[in-house]
């Protein structure tokens, strides 16, 4: 029989620990590359850009939509992958809390 008690201390107990893993997310660091390497960005799990990094021979170059568009690739590339790393966290973090609903995705609980 299904005994609801138990289930809403098991989410508590999810809870708790989503709150936990989610404050450590700053501390997975992701870097992308863009423009062959011209253009590096490093991003943390909690989608903030904590590191831009780029090379000499491009802030020589005047073309600054050029610069922007790197920029911005290597970033979006960072942040798709801290997303994922992030997705990998929380489902390592929370695996066997709660039994596995079809459909039911905690990513979306961060």
Same mark, same amino acid.
């Given at each position: ?5 138990k289930?809403? %201390?098991?989410? &508590?107990? @999810?809870?708790?620990?989503? &709150? ?10 992701? #870097?992308?590359?863009? %423009? %062959?390497? *011209?253009?590096k960005a490093? @991003?943390?799990?909690? &989608?903030?850009l ?7 021979? +491009? @802030?020589? +170059? &005047? ?6 568009? *790197?920029i +911005?690739?290597?970033?979006? $590339?960072?942040l798709?992958?801290?997303?994922? $790393?992030?997705?990998e966290?929380i $489902?390592?973090?929370t695996?066997g809390?709660?039994?596995? +609903?079809? %459909?039911?995705?905690l #990513?979306?609980?961060?």
């Amino acid at each position: 029989m299904f005994d609801m008690m138990k289930m809403l %201390g098991k989410m &508590k107990e @999810v809870q708790a620990k989503m &709150k936990e893993v989610q404050e450590n997310l700053v501390h997975i660091h992701v #870097s992308a590359e863009a %423009g %062959g390497g *011209l253009v590096k960005a490093t @991003v943390n799990g909690k &989608k903030q850009l904590v590191d831009l990094e780029i090379d000499n021979d +491009i @802030v020589s +170059i &005047k073309d600054k939509e050029m610069m922007k568009d *790197l920029i +911005i690739a290597a970033t979006n $590339k960072a942040l798709e992958e801290a997303d994922e $790393k992030s997705r990998e966290e929380i $489902k390592k973090q929370t695996s066997g809390m709660i039994p596995n +609903i079809p %459909g039911m995705d905690l #990513s979306g609980m961060m």
